[in-house]
């Protein structure tokens, strides 16, 4: 097992040290409302009237739940989404890796704090939630299709987790214990028992990362049951819609009715139990969090109704729905995935917490499976669209993750409006910001895995990291200027036996050379996209993955990519953006060649990627400003024009204006 890790690259520990000194600091200021930001409510699906735009109310919620507990008759308000707590905790999983990595004593004692003033919420018999504690507790558990009860739960079992294994204390898990064996005694297959699931996965994914750290067995027991009961009854959440309407009950997403044609059964991935689906529908979050702990589930229970499932979901999303920066999630209505090949560069939702729900997917697939298609997936959502979600100070952030984006049409089209152009400062609906933060904290649990005593290098991140295989110690450095050079060298400065390290040989890599003590070798078989060689101390290996700037072309059945090429080098994917190359992007045309170099004075330190291609003029006589819209289609007028391309996650970090991955070849 790995038993720790330190990393040491500057790309990464530039981003880790941005989101520790100042995204997580400014999280908790947003959280405790201790600032003003101005709260985008683009994003809440229902009427965002209905919400303060300049208050969280994420930790208020709690001390207004702990006052409703002890009796007080004026609590407080309770405000913001239905699952506002959620938010709390993935910042206290946030600060969790953060304290792997580094002391923090600051965020530790916030994080403490808030620790305690979530524990003084939670009920006696475990039960926490602060929306039907403090605003409907007689509807606890009962409108479980929106509730996000155990989801919220969820989150809060998964920063416990994290933060036993970072600070060695228990407070937080005995809440995170005491709320599972809440669910535990209300949900399960007995008579009397709820014989459903929320509406939302996470809470499936949590108990599998609880029994893995306490190897309680009920954990185990009561997520296979949660994955097995959905869709058993495609009709359990639609029940419960019509009982809250006939109940008078109001919806949890103000202003969105209960019962709306985005929420039925296929929606929630309950419309047949979960080995019978083979396409990737609904909400893409609930997705790939469901997928992520049929993984793992299948993993630690060996239960093949689960592996099959993962499996099936697998292939749907990464062969037919997925764009090429790991975003998922064509569409806006209901967040959701909707057909094969039907991949809108611009109207796209490609949900930032989507992108690191497939990011946790992919990775706990390649630690059953050990195949390396999974680990391209996984730097591709990470490199790509999850890096994007963010400023890169920290302090601005995206929900939604375009491959092309015009903030005029983004203005004037109510079918755009969801596609900012400009990252706020927070959300009414606030799921990624947080996610986005434990996500870059945690980067040192995808560096590696281990299977059958060998060592995957899952990605390539530069590093010192300390194994356990089976009782024998050894440190493994990895030193690398990735993602912008494909040189990385592994030394082995301590082992107490010989190893088998796995490297994995990325699919874009067309050529890759490997040198172990100086020596080439010539004689590896990859296996799954791995290539496995034997190391003992004092080693020194070497591989170089070519690393070119490509053209890629998408499949002919992608409508919106048909006839375009991108540009991608290594697993960074490149995008024109108005502030280099004009506006009216679709004129630009790429040119033969792509000559690429490093500016250490652009973006914090970028690639950057020309080409001498060409622009569509609007000399014409058809294309005057007088002219009519439409005319007879004759030979058209070029001018050259040298495009300069720039990291796809970089993008909207200057001016605001036009942005494109899918550009025109050579005309
Ligand atoms: O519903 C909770 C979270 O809010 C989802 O995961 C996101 O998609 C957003 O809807
Ligand atoms: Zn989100």
Redesign the pocket.
Do not use: L, P
């Given at each position: 097992m790995l038993e720790n890790i330190e990393i040491t690259s500057p790309f990464w520990r530039e981003r880790q040290q941005t989101i520790a000194r100042q995204m997580i600091p400014y999280q908790w200021e947003v959280i405790n409302d201790l600032q003003h930001v101005d709260i985008a409510v683009t994003n809440t699906?229902g009427d965002s009237s209905a919400l303060d735009s300049d208050k969280s109310y994420v930790v208020e919620n709690f001390k207004v739940a702990a006052r409703k507990k002890q009796g007080d008759p004026n609590p407080g308000k309770r405000g913001g989404m239905v699952?506002q707590d959620?938010d709390a905790y993935k910042w206290l999983e946030a600060v969790a890796y953060t304290l792997e990595c580094q002391a923090a004593l600051e965020l530790r004692h916030k994080a403490d704090q808030l620790i305690e003033i979530i524990g003084a919420a939670q009920e006696d018999d475990g039960y926490l939630n602060t929306y039907f504690q403090v605003n409907e507790p007689e509807r606890k558990y009962q409108s479980l299709y929106m509730s996000?009860e155990l989801?919220c739960a969820g989150h809060l079992i998964e920063a416990a987790v994290a933060y036993t294994k970072a600070t060695g204390t228990t407070q937080f898990l005995s809440i995170a214990k005491k709320l599972a064996d809440n669910i535990d005694a209300h949900f399960g297959p007995e008579e009397g028992k709820i014989h459903g699931a929320d509406g939302?996965e996470e809470i499936e994914l949590a108990l599998l990362r609880l029994y893995e750290l306490t190897h309680e067995e009920r954990y185990l027991k009561l997520a296979t049951y949660l994955l097995l009961i959905r869709g058993q009854d495609p009709d359990f959440f639609g029940a419960q819609q019509r009982r809250d309407v006939a109940l008078g009950r109001k919806s949890l997403i103000p202003g969105l009715e209960i019962i709306h044609p985005d929420f039925k059964a296929p929606y929630f991935q309950s419309d047949k139990p979960v080995y019978e689906q083979t396409e990737a529908k609904g909400?893409a979050?609930?997705v790939v969090y469901l997928c992520s702990a049929l993984a793992l589930g299948a993993a630690l229970s060996g239960d093949e109704r689960l592996k099959k499932a993962a499996d099936n979901y697998w292939r749907n999303i990464v062969m037919k729905r997925m764009y090429l920066t790991g975003a998922i999630g064509s569409s806006a209505h209901g967040?959701a995935f909707t057909g094969d090949y039907d991949l809108p560069n611009d109207s796209i939702y490609g949900?930032t917490?989507?992108s690191v729900g497939l990011i946790f997917f992919a990775h706990y697939l390649l630690r059953a499976q050990q195949n390396g298609a999974m680990g391209d997936v996984m730097e591709q959502a990470l490199y790509n669209t999850v890096l994007a979600g963010m400023n890169l100070d920290g302090k601005g952030f995206f929900y939604v993750n375009p491959l092309a984006a015009n903030p005029y049409l983004s203005q004037v089209n109510p079918g755009l409006r969801h596609v900012l152009t400009r990252r706020p400062g927070w959300f009414a609906?606030a799921?990624c910001p947080p996610n986005l933060a434990r996500m870059v904290m945690s980067l040192g649990h995808y560096v590696y895995h281990v299977s059958n005593n060998v060592i995957y290098n899952d990605l390539f991140v530069a590093s010192t990291a300390r194994f356990n295989l089976n009782g024998a110690h050894l440190t493994l450095k990895q030193s690398t200027n990735y993602p912008w050079e494909g040189t990385i060298c592994y030394e082995v400065p301590q082992a107490e036996q010989s190893f088998t390290l796995a490297l994995r040989i990325p699919q874009w890599c067309e050529h890759f050379t490997v040198q172990l003590n100086g020596e080439t070798k010539a004689d590896y078989q990859l296996e799954q996209g791995y290539l496995k060689v034997q190391l003992q101390q004092g080693d020194k290996l070497v591989l170089t993955l070519d690393m070119p700037a490509l053209r890629v072309a998408a499949d002919p059945r992608i409508d919106a990519d048909y006839g375009k090429q991108a540009v991608v080098r290594g697993p960074i994917v490149f995008c024109a953006e108005e502030v280099d190359n004009g506006p009216n992007l679709q004129c630009l045309h790429l040119g033969a060649d792509l000559e690429g170099h490093y500016d250490p004075n652009l973006l914090g330190g970028v690639y950057v990627i020309e080409s001498h291609g060409q622009r569509r003029t609007m000399q014409e006589p058809s294309l005057t400003v007088a002219s009519p819209l439409y005319h007879k289609a004759q030979p058209l007028h070029y001018q050259a024009q040298t495009i300069k391309l720039i990291p796809y996650y970089a993008w909207c970090n200057r001016a605001e204006g036009e942005m494109r991955v899918w550009l025109n070849p050579m005309p």
């Open positions: 699906g699952f959620s996000h989801y939302h909400h979050v609930r967040e949900e917490c989507a609906c799921c």
